[in-house]
């Protein structure tokens, strides 16, 4: 994979967060492709407080999509597809209408919809290092 960033730490997750958004660009649709505990909602957690979101971050597992909005007033939208066990689940909650918004849309566990995500998204692989750093990669 081409780019990547990598998150030496807790301490260092906000610094990773500003990195990733400069590097990602115009993508409003990005998976986290990574293992349970890899620090998925942690990281998403970070962007949103980068973004100058004002309300508490938590993983949407039971919801399956949580709104949020950036200090400028922008929507955005955080997926835990988790416990999705059909694809209808997901279409059930308008899942395309979410993704042709326009709004960054975040995604944990994309694995569980795959077939429903848009060509453009941007597929992330969250791996966690030896030392316990995470890196993040993307083409």
Sequence with gaps: ?????VIKD?????????EFLEKIG????????????????TFTTALCRRLGVGDSV?????????????????????????????VAEA???GFYD???SGSLCLIEWPENIEELL??????VSI??????SRTLSWD
């Design 1 to 5: 994979m081409g780019n990547r960033v």
């Design 10 to 18: 807790l301490a260092d997750i906000d610094r990773a967060a500003e």
């Design 26 to 41: 115009d993508h409003r649709i990005i998976a986290f492709f990574a293992p349970m505990g890899a620090g998925k909602t």
């Design 58 to 86: 938590c993983s949407p597992t039971f919801t399956i999509v949580n709104e949020y909005m950036t200090g400028s007033g922008d929507p955005v939208y955080h997926f835990d597809f988790y416990r999705i066990n059909k």
């Design 91 to 93: 279409l059930d909650i």
């Design 98 to 100: 979410y993704m042709d």
């Design 118 to 123: 848009p060509e453009e998204t941007l597929r």
């Design 127 to 132: 791996k966690v290092n030896e030392d316990g």
